[in-house]
């Protein structure tokens, strides 16, 4: 009922720098913990980072002190600024509910980081 698109992605070198944004189409952006994922073809898919309503942050170890992942409640969106980006950053990006993946899995937004 609610679609999450993602967008932000591209092609950078290596220590560049993306800042993805998720935006919700419905009306719907009440769920408390929205985290970013992201797959490599023929991996599975990971959880990058979690934010709270409250605006509580969790990160994955390989991501801690490079990524930040932020909220927008009023705007319906979460971002995910990433600095530092190594090449094996590149996935392709998703946002959604955590642990429960309430929204459907939009198409996601490619990052490609160059060595």
């Known amino acids: 009922q609610v679609q999450l698109v993602e967008s932000g992605g591209g092609l950078v070198q290596a220590g560049g720098s993306l800042r993805l944004s998720c935006a919700a189409s419905g009306n719907i952006f009440s769920i408390n913990v929205l985290g970013w994922y992201r797959q490599a073809p023929g991996k599975q898919r990971e959880l990058v980072a979690t934010?709270?309503?409250?605006?509580?942050?969790n990160y994955a170890d390989s991501v801690k002190g490079r990524f930040t992942i932020s909220r927008d409640n009023a705007k319906k969106t979460v971002n995910l600024q990433m600095n530092s980006l190594k090449p094996e950053d590149t996935a392709v990006y998703y946002c959604n509910s955590w642990p429960v993946q309430y929204y459907y899995w939009g198409q996601g937004t490619q990052v490609t980081v160059s060595s």
């Open positions: 934010i709270s309503g409250g605006g509580i942050t």
